[in-house]
T-cell receptor, first 116, second 115 residues
Framework: DTEVTQTPKHLVMGMTNKKSLKCEQHMGHRAMYWYKQKAKKPPELMFVYSYEKLSINESVPSRFSPECPNSSLLNLHLHALQPEDSALYLC???????????????FGEGSRLTVL | AQKITQTQPGMFVQEKEAVTLDCTYDTSDPSYGLFWYKQPSSGEMIFLIYQGSYDQQNATEGRYSLNFQKARKSANLVISASQLGDSAMYFCAMREAYNTDKLIFGTGTRLQVFP
């Protein structure tokens, strides 16, 4: 079983809805990540939080809003999404950040989002 | 420019046989790390093996080994004694020292193991 837990596993939303994806880890990791994966494509980095501060935003549209309330939790707030935003959203964590970040990322099972 | 290249969209292997999944990379950073992940249909990315650019020996983890050829910039994954449960997508990924929080993935290879 993965030690990174993502909820919900599946989400269907309309373009006017507001919803959130949640990610939780209890491994004491100090970096957390959101990746987006379209069908038959590799994961693409969206955001990185290091020590609960946003360190990387890969020019993601503002309809995606990340939040890191504490070191164990990472949320992705969704608003006014487009059908092309339908994808698997993967959360990950790693023990270290920055130059010490040589270890692997631990991924959750993802939240599969469909925007109608 | 593509940083990680996986040229095999799909591979087939018979159970109990070995298979090699290819990965080449491009970086000018002398310090980097290479990773292989497995993604079954459930969606989770499962870490398999890691090779650091300064590691002298090829990494091994159980049935997985990484054939690291630094001069050729290749980091092929070898799976020995394939099992039906090995059927999945396999991604090669790289992290460079100047941007260590960013893991870049290749396009992936779908491996199918048949009895």
């Amino acid at each position: 079983d993965t030690e990174v837990t993502q909820t919900p596993k599946h989400l269907v939303m309309g373009m006017t809805n507001k919803k959130s994806l949640k990610c939780e880890q209890h491994m004491g990791h100090r970096a957390m990540y959101w990746y987006k994966q379209k069908a038959k494509k590799p994961p693409e980095l969206m955001f990185v939080y290091s020590y609960e501060k946003l360190s990387i935003n890969e020019s993601v549209p503002s309809r995606f809003s990340p939040e890191c309330p504490n070191s164990s939790l990472l949320n992705l707030h969704l608003h006014a999404l487009q059908p092309e935003d339908s994808a698997l959203y993967l959360c990950a964590s790693s023990h270290f950040v920055g130059l010490a970040n040589t270890g692997e990322l631990f991924f959750g099972e993802g939240s599969r989002l469909t925007v109608l | 420019a593509q940083k990680i290249t996986q040229t095999q969209p799909g591979m087939f292997v018979q159970e109990k046989e070995a298979v090699t999944l290819d990965c080449t990379y491009d970086t000018s950073d002398p310090s980097y790390g290479l990773f292989w992940y497995k993604q079954p249909s459930s969606g989770e990315m499962i870490f398999l093996i890691y090779q650091g650019s300064y590691d002298q020996q090829n990494a091994t983890e159980g049935r997985y080994s990484l054939n690291f050829q630094k001069a050729r910039k290749s980091a092929n994954l070898v799976i020995s004694a394939s099992q039906l449960g090995d059927s999945a997508m396999y991604f090669c990924a790289m992290r460079e020292a100047y941007n260590t929080d960013k893991l870049i993935f290749g396009t992936g290879t779908r491996l199918q193991v048949f009895p």
